[in-house]
């Protein structure tokens, strides 16, 4: 007889005997700070280890990571268990001492024949960590509590610890080797930069000037209190002023000093009088006289090469001075001039250029010197208007893979290399097969953004916000275990995976009969509300107001509870916060800091398509020039590029140089030495051990509307819209019963009366807009729309806006034939059809954006939902389609043998082996459900929350997460058979619960008169 057991790492062993028939064993084993092993055999187990009772438990990162005995049941140690060893190890390194618990069964040599004889095994069937800061003494005896031997505790007791990344030493001196950061081209984000500065109601300023100031003065027109202002350049505004000088050009007054290329629309209208007299010196004989004079007001571009060209805002005016043919008679010792006029121009501007706006009055007398010119200049309007889109030259940024930078910062914190597991964050290699769904996201920080090296401004984070942030980007879970190693020795690991990996379809353990049952609701869990998205963002600066990467905020159809669902990430998504850090470098001062230096980026990539095509190699007098027909995009300075299929110039280069996008043919320099030659058919791809990645943009996407740059927007795969699908497997479990339209609860039905209605279809939606809160209308129910509109008929609410959007509106199912807006309309209550309505979740607080929706790249398999709308409701249906629990726990207890034990502590350890279903098919039974009957014999299932277990009297308590999973008939797991026959005298006659089983079978009512 055999039988088959299962050690503490999930290797079976077959054992040539019962389970029984083998001695045990127990022993200490002390692991050093360099890694020796020293192993104590015990003479004898020690006190409390047969009747210990051991917790399992699940924690809040959905990881089964907590095994640890009781406080009642500590294990104690004397002179034959260890107690001398356990001091020793305490007094030479205290309660941070790695000190392990190991026990299990030895297998003795049988002698036999080849094949039949045994060489003599043991069996670790668990191993634990003696948590020594537990550790209690008393009558030369030892006591301390047994927990799970992984990274656990010392990842936690760092969780919080900012971690560099770049360091070459881990946070306990020891030395590592740092990680090899890569290089991700970012290319150029178009942002919408706005100007505007309104100015009227007739401010005036005097001045009195001494002498004759050089016959010339300029007006400065009011700035000083833009309403909007996003051009980064910008003088920060100049109060309305006169001067002396030549003008604000010759002095490099500028108003704006652009950073960025752009098409730039100005619109300036200008009013104002400029009065101005001139008084002779008393000396002087007669009186002073203006002989001529030329006023204008002007919009002057001074461009970075030196070039300018000038706009007149308002029609100049000239007497004598200028004008052809000269009035010989103007002499005024006073002047007037009433100046108004507008100007709408585009320029095309390129970095370094200036823009300058004034006035400008030149002037002659009749004579030699003056006292002093007298000079009141009255505006009344000062109206400036700038906007366009802007962009600027690509940038490269050192970054590492996000699945790199959690495997060092665990390097860092436990001084233990090559630690992290995730075949979700990991590239293509020996460890797995293909890149993951989020193998190709990147962090880097704002230092890295401007270039600065990652020694220079290192890239800093923690676990702790590191690994939240990507839990609720990506609906992550995390694992703390082991894992064998090729020699067959247990090596700690952190695994991260989606959350679906630690609660599988599949069962686990089967239960029959259990005692104490019981349910109850999480009410901590009953979600009113849900915040997703991210904590920071780009508030303010260019392009701000099409901010989609803020936090935004859902309302359920949760009536009655308040509990909030937070889903927000420390990790900064914000496209556009990416850019304006990137635009800083370009400054003529770039500033020492900014807001997001130190923060951390996330930025979704694609893999870089190598070129292939024809290629001109052009050796220039100072250059070599790469010639291509069209844009390399990913190209950028400082790459270094591997050049294929040319004779004479294949080999690696470093770029130098980008010729302008729209340049043809396209150009760049390279630093190395080429020849003249033309090559047919070249390839251009980035150095081998580059990282081969480049952001991915809406470019890549099928469809994305609602965004004023959508080809240039990056991280739209991490939207909010899609956190919050992407999360709803382990939030969305409190609307399971939300699906339907419920017509009881709903208030009297009543009518608009006759009101002015707006028609409209935006986006993929149809929209009806009242103006007016109709607190009986939601969603599920049909209305009917009547009165002077060709918009008459029967409509099905889909989703209605919170009671305080203005103007109030909501959505309909059916298309709407003639948009626009009617007056003397009424809408009515039609009908409710329970089978054919849903609620769904609103979306209540959408800072900046509220039209966005995207579309996935067609095939794309690493996305949550093919189409999202980042503004419109989401169904519940669509919501619960893949739930995972339930916010209902199931607690009960029952007696497990020693197998079904270790299988339960396998199964939530990923360590058991693959298995086969009835139809013969692999499937990993690691973190399955449990089921079981529940009292009335319906069988019943949920993943392990908790579980209790004792060594001595096996029994177990159990808590478990209802499952969502449909386990099909009701009547599962009952014999409905061994009732056949039975009178109902006789169900009557039986206990309870077998009559609640007959009830289930028969389907009558058995209980005794």
């Known amino acids: 007889m055999t039988e088959t057991i299962f050690d503490n790492w999930g290797r079976s062993f077959v054992l040539p005997g019962v389970y029984s028939d083998f001695a045990p064993f127990c022993r200490l084993v002390h692991i050093a700070t360099d890694g020796t092993r020293t192993p104590f055999d015990l003479e004898e187990e020690p006190v409390g280890w047969s009747s210990a009772k051991f917790t399992l438990k699940r924690g809040d990162m959905h990881g089964v990571n907590h095994e640890y005995t009781t406080s009642e049941t500590a294990l104690e140690f004397n002179n034959f268990s260890g107690r001398d060893f356990v001091e020793s190890i305490f007094r030479a390194e205290g309660e941070d001492a790695d000190l392990l618990f190991q026990a299990g069964i030895v297998v003795p040599d049988i002698p036999g024949p080849a094949g039949v004889g045994v060489d003599a095994f043991e069996v670790i069937e668990y191993e634990g960590r003696l948590n020594l800061s537990t550790r209690k003494t008393s009558q030369r005896r030892v006591t301390g509590a047994l927990e799970r031997n992984t990274l656990q505790s010392r990842v936690l007791a760092r969780w919080e610890t900012a971690v560099k990344l770049s360091t070459s030493r881990t946070l306990d001196g020891a030395q590592i080797t740092p990680p090899t950061f890569q290089s991700i081209p970012l290319t150029a984000q178009s942002l919408d930069e706005r100007f505007t500065c309104n100015v009227v109601g007739g401010k005036s300023v005097e001045q009195s000037f001494q002498g004759d100031t050089n016959g ?285 990996e630690f609660y599988r379809p599949v069962e686990l353990l089967r239960l029959d009969e259990v005692s104490d049952y019981k349910e109850e609701t999480i009410t901590s869990e009953i979600y009113s509300t849900v915040e997703v998205g991210y904590q920071q963002w780009a508030e303010d600066g260019a392009g701000s107001l099409e901010e989609l990467f803020t936090t935004h905020q859902v309302t359920t159809p949760i009536r009655h509870e308040s509990a909030k669902k937070p889903l927000t990430s420390k990790l900064i998504a914000s496209s556009l916060a990416i850019e304006q850090t990137r635009r800083e470098q370009f400054a003529d001062t770039p500033k020492d800091s900014t807001s997001f230096d130190e923060k951390v980026f996330i930025v979704q990539c694609k893999p870089i398509p190598a070129y292939s095509g024809i290629v001109t190699f052009l050796r220039g007098a100072f250059n070599s020039i790469v010639q291509v027909p069209t844009v390399i995009s990913w190209l950028t300075v400082g790459q270094s590029i591997t050049i294929s299929g040319s004779v004479q110039n294949a080999g690696t280069y470093r770029v130098t140089f980008i010729s302008d996008a729209s340049k043809r043919p396209w150009s760049f320099y390279v630093a190395e030495d080429i020849v003249d030659e033309i090559v047919p058919v070249a390839g251009i791809a980035p150095a081998a051990g580059s990282l081969s990645l480049q952001p991915e943009t809406g470019a890549d996407f099928d469809t994305v509307t609602g965004l004023v740059s959508p080809d240039d927007t990056l991280n739209l795969r991490l939207s909010p819209g899609r956190m919050l699908l992407q999360n709803a497997p382990v939030w969305a479990g409190c609307l399971i019963n939300k699906d339907k339209f419920n017509a009881i609860n709903k208030k009297p039905i009543t009518e608009s009366g006759l009101i002015r209605v707006g028609f409209s279809q935006v986006l993929f939606f149809e929209v009806v807009t009242t103006g007016i809160y109709l607190d009986w209308l939601a969603a599920g129910m049909t209305v009917d729309i009547s009165g002077n509109t060709p918009n008459a008929g029967t409509y099905t609410v889909l989703a209605v806006s919170p009671p305080d959007n203005q103007p109030w509106s909501f959505f309909v199912k059916e298309v709407i034939p003639s948009p626009g807006v009617s007056d003397n309309v009424n809408i009515s209550f039609g009908s409710i059809s329970t089978d054919d309505l849903y609620a769904a979740v609103n979306k209540t607080k959408i800072p900046n954006n509220k039209s966005v929706v995207t579309v996935l790249p067609t095939g794309d398999s690493c996305g949550k939902a093919g189409r999202v709308s980042e503004s419109a409701p989401v169904a519940v249906d669509e919501l619960i389609d893949d739930l995972l629990y339930l916010p209902r726990l199931i607690k009960f207890s029952v007696r497990l043998s020693h197998q079904q034990t270790q299988r339960l502590r396998l199964g939530h350890t990923g360590q058991l082996p693959s298995e086969t279903d009835d139809n013969g098919d692999p499937v990993n039974p690691n973190y399955g459900y449990i089921s079981l009957l529940n009292e009335s014999g319906i069988r019943v299932a949920g993943f392990l929350n908790s579980v209790e277990y004792s060594r001595d009297d096996e029994k177990a308590i159990f808590e478990l997460r209802q499952t969502a999973l449909d386990l099909g008939d009701t009547t599962s797991g009952l014999d409905c058979g061994q009732f056949a026959g039975w009178t109902l005298e006789q169900a009557q006659a039986a206990d309870e619960r077998t009559r609640r089983r007959i009830e289930l079978c028969r389907f009558i009512d058995v209980d005794p008169l």
Not at 273 to 298: C, D, M
Not at 448 to 471: C, G, H, N, Y
Request: with cysteine; net charge neutral; charged share 25%.
């Open 216 to 500: 010339h003065l300029w007006v400065q027109f009011d700035t000083s209190q833009p309403q909007v202002s996003e051009i980064e350049e910008f003088a920060g505004g100049r109060p309305m002023g006169l001067s002396e000088t030549e003008g604000p050009v010759p002095n490099d007054e500028w108003l704006f000093k652009f950073k960025s290329s752009g098409v730039r629309k100005v619109s300036v209208e200008l009013g104002y009088k400029l009065n101005f007299s001139v008084k002779k010196r008393t000396v002087s004989i007669g009186a002073a006289k203006v002989t001529g004079y030329q006023q204008t007001s002007r919009l002057t571009l001074v461009r970075a090469d030196g070039t300018r060209q000038d706009w007149d805002v308002t029609t100049p005016h000239a007497e004598g001075l200028g004008k052809r043919p000269p009035r010989s008679d103007y002499r005024e010792a006073d002047v007037l001039i009433i100046s108004a006029g507008k100007l709408d121009v585009e320029i095309d501007t390129r970095p370094g250029d200036k823009l300058f706006l004034y006035g400008l009055l030149s002037f002659t007398h009749n004579k030699n010197e003056l006292q002093q010119t007298a000079v009141r200049l009255q505006v009344t309007t000062t109206r400036i208007t700038v906007s366009g889109k802007s962009t600027n030259s690509a940038t490269s940024a050192r970054c590492l893979p996000v699945g790199d930078a959690l495997n060092q910062a665990l390097t860092v914190i436990t001084g233990k290399t090559d630690r992290f597991r995730s075949a979700y964050y990991g590239l293509a290699s020996d460890r797995y097969p293909v890149d993951g769904c989020g193998a190709r996201r990147v962090l880097l920080n704002g230092f890295a953004v401007r270039q600065f090296k990652p020694l220079e401004r290192p890239l800093t984070i923690s676990m702790q916000d590191t690994v939240e942030s990507l839990s609720v980007i990506d609906c992550m879970g995390v694992a703390f275990g082991n894992e064998l190693d090729n020699d067959g020795n247990p090596v700690e690991i952190v695994r991260m995976e989606p959350v679906q």
